[in-house]
């Protein structure tokens, strides 16, 4: 009964995989707004009856391209960051600001799924979460080791923080920044909103016959980001 088992779960896991990916195509040509578990079952070759015992309704299957999308995502800023030196907290800054533009250039139909426009009708639920953060745990790694590294410095002529605002900021973010003051969070969240701002202006076409080349100004952009935060080497 359990190799019986094991081989019906295999099964399971394998189909779940097939469907997932189809929807993933869908994504390219129909946007995620016209994801449908009929079609998808139909390109599978299966009743569309039999679908439902995977994923019993379109918004399950949605929030399992979601989560899988924000892993992805997350895995990439990861790797980035473990890549690079600990104490060049400018270098950790850039390598996951490039991470982020590089996974979203080569995956643009699921950025635009995490980032783009609200699918009707779709609440995201609780366990997306968790995933969705990942990276943001990695940013704010980096600069609770900088705060505690001294390598945290406000810029010569820093935009005055209202009080009020700051301590906001240090309740909302004390558990994945920790240590960082109210000041500097102001700074790293405009920082991290300009970071996809960016990204999404990209990816969705708006720096057409803007840059030769984007790579550069995007570059100049995180160094800029980045001594708006304070960053320095330790």
Known sequence: MTASRTARERVRAELTREIVEIARRQLATEGAGGLSLRAVAREMGMVSSAIYRYFPSRDDLLTTLIIDGYNALGEA????DAAAPGGDFPGRWA????AVRDWALAHPH???????????????????????????????????????????VPPAAPVEADPALAGEAEASLAELMPGVPGDALLRALSAWTALYGWVSFEVFGQFKGAFEDNRPAFDHMVRALGATIGLTRA
């Open 95 to 98: 390598a996951l600001c490039h």
């Open 77 to 80: 800023v990861e790797r980035a």
């Open 110 to 152: 699921e950025y635009a799924l995490l980032y783009g426009s609200p699918v009707p009708g779709y609440q995201a639920p609780q366990d997306t979460i968790a995933p969705r953060v990942r990276d943001l745990r990695v940013f704010g790694a980096i600069l609770s080791a900088a705060q505690r590294a001294g390598a945290l």
